[in-house]
Every structure is written in C-alpha cells, then in structure tokens.
C-alpha cells in the first residue's frame, strides 16, 4: 500500500533557514519603517516572495516522499495522509490563534483600566470576530470568505496549504507519468502565477483574497519539479561530478540576487522576476551536492530549518507586542540613550531585536508544542508505526 520513505534531503530543510526571518523583517517593516539603506531594505521589501519558495517546497517535497504510493485516492490512504499533515500544521495554528485571544483580552483589559484604546481596537488591524475565529478553527480563513486577515493573519498560508494538502491527490495525478507531466505542471504554475501578478494591484502579494490561486500555482511548480527530479535519477548513469553541481546553485543564487536587487521596489509586476531563480534553487540544491547544499547541511541551519515553521506562524505574537510597547512602554522619541536620540536608537535595534526574539520564540513552540503534539497525533493516526515528521 506504501512505498519505502526516500531520504531526507538536507540541503532542502537547511534551505528554510533564513526565509522566516525575512518574512518577519518584511512584516515588520512594512508595519513601522525600513531603514533607508538599500541594501539591506532591497532584500526585505521582496520578503514576502518566500511565501512562493514555501509553497513549492511543499509541492515538492510532499510528491518527493508521498509521489510513489498508490492509496491517495482511496478513502483510507488519503485521510490518513490530511490527518498526518494536520498533525504537523494544526497544533501550531490552534495555539497561535488562542494566544492571539489570550492577547486580545489581557490588552483590552489593560487599556480598560488604564483609560486608553488597545492596539486591537485601532483602525489598521486586522478582522477579528466570532466567524473569523470559527473559519480560523476550520483552516478556511483564506478560502475568498472575508475582505481582510484575522486573528493570526500569517496563518492564511495554513489555510492555503490545508487546501492544498487536501487537492493532493489531483497534482499526483497529473504528474505521474514522464518528466513531460511535470514540465506541463511547471507551465501551469508558471502562468498562473503571472496572471496574478499582472491583474492583482498588489502584484504576488496575494493573501486572503485569491490565496489559494497563488498558493496552487506554486505548489505545481513545486510538484513538477519534482517529478523531473524523479525522472533524471531514475536514469541509468554516473550522476553530475559535484562541482557542476556547484556551478547551477551559484547560477541560481547569483540569478536570485539580481532579481531581488534589479527589480525595483516591491508590490510592482516586476517582482516575479524573483520567482524562478528561487524556484531554480530548489530544483538544485535537491540534488544534496554542492557547494549551497554544503553549507545548509550545517547543524545551526538544520536547527533553524527545523523552527521554520514556528517561527513564521509565532511572529505575529511580537509584532502585535512591538505596538503595544511603542504605545506605553517606549519613553519620547527625544529621550536621550547612552547619548543618542531614543528614535535613532530604537530605529535598528528594534527589527533586530524583534529577528532574535521571534527565533526564541519559534524554537520554543517548536520543542514544547509542535514536536510533541505532533509525535502524540501521528501515533493515534498510526498506532503501531514509528511517528517520524513528514
């Protein structure tokens, strides 16, 4: 009924290192302010296209262990395959999303005592609300059902990647067969993918409205890629020497850095130039040789990997806190620290600050409630098997 589980790809979990960060930079100054040095905010505003890198990472690496088995479309193996992914994504976003609560009455309560509005009663945030919550419990917060993000807003990707997991079945469909299926996946991807980016005012920047198209375009990609990688190491043959290797991934890095430099201002057309570089990167580091696939197969890379997901679905937590310190805790902007105006000194230090809190705070929810409930869930779904993360 299942196939002998493929080794893990390292250079593939070590390339999830880096991109929650970005994404919580990206958040946080698209909230604040950037810090007006170009190569630094470049690279930031363009934070929220890792979204796309996720998702065809997804795709690809869920045909990579899922692709060969053949009892996805049978009731059995397909709800023991959502229910195994949920163990993985819901844990997390439950307890997000009550901590968001839990946010929500504390902060109320405190600006009712103290006679001021709490941050979650000012214009700019997000919806909030008893359908929310209930479409958030039921991970379809992103399925086109309200006109703005609620409650844990970054949690819009688990809706989508639920959708996804749930339409899985459909893209191993399609891309079971020759390595031209998964060329036609690539070009189906592709094209969604510039739709959007040419129709939306907000380029790929996609979320609650239209998030699952976008998510869908790059989970083909993701799924196509891997099946041509399915398809070359089939063949017979000695594979590429280790520096060629070496060659494609500096291509694809150096590709990437060009896109995200040249391509202007982030929210414009032009910012699909990013995704195949990016995507090109995860088609050659999942090969695990190479200069790239080297340097992410390092402990503290794993590790970060490894918090990818809690650290990204744990952000808003903090950013939501950055605002209520702003407003009560924070002494006036004239206020002098160690010699230097309070605003000049908060100006860096607070996005820094704020990378560093949220990668405690993701390793935290990772060893204390994603790995544990995930390991206790697995073991109801499959009593007798050894519960090893997908």
Known sequence: ???????????????????????????????????????????????????????????????????????????????????????????????MLLFILYLLV???????????????????????????????????????????????????????????????????????????RGALLIAAGGLGLLALDLTNKHALDITFHNGILRGMSDFAIGVGMANIYRAIRARDGAPLPA?????????????????????????????????????????????????????LDTKALQKLGEWSYAIYIGQTAWLLLIRHFEQHWYPPDDTLVFGIRWADFIWTLEPLALVLVCTAWGALLSQFIEEPANKA??????PGRKAAAA
């Open 243 to 295: 520096w060629m290797h070496s060659v494609f991934q500096s291509l694809a890095v150096l590709a990437l850095l060009w896109a995200i430099y040249h391509s202007g201002w982030s929210h414009q057309w032009r910012d699909i130039y990013v995704v195949p570089p990016m995507m090109l990167l995860i088609f050659t580091l999942s090969f695990d040789r190479g200069i790239f696939a080297w340097a």
């Open 1 to 95: 009924m299942t196939a002998k589980r493929p080794p893990e790809i390292k250079a593939l979990a070590g390339a999830r290192a880096l991109a929650p960060l970005l994404l919580v930079l990206y958040h946080f100054s698209e909230g604040h302010h950037y810090q007006h040095f170009r190569l630094f905010d470049v690279f930031v505003t363009k934070g929220y296209l890792w979204v796309e890198f996720f998702f065809a990472l997804s795709g690809f690496i869920l045909t990579y262990v899922y692709g060969a088995r053949t009892d996805l479309w049978r009731w059995k193996g397909w709800s023991t395959f959502v229910k195994t992914r949920l163990a993985r994504l819901y844990p997390l976003h439950l307890f």
């Open 377 to 382: 869930l697995r073991k109801r779904i499959m």
């Open 106 to 180: 504390l902060l109320r309560w405190l600006a009712a005592r103290g006679g001021y509005v709490s941050i979650f009663d000012v214009p700019y945030h997000i919806a909030l609300g008893f359908w929310p919550f209930v479409a958030n419990l039921f991970l379809v917060q992103a399925w086109n059902l309200f006109d703005r993000l609620t409650w844990n807003g970054v949690s819009w990707f688990v809706s989508v990647e639920f959708f996804l997991c749930l339409t899985f079945p459909l893209y191993i469909a399609i891309a079971r067969g020759g390595w031209w």
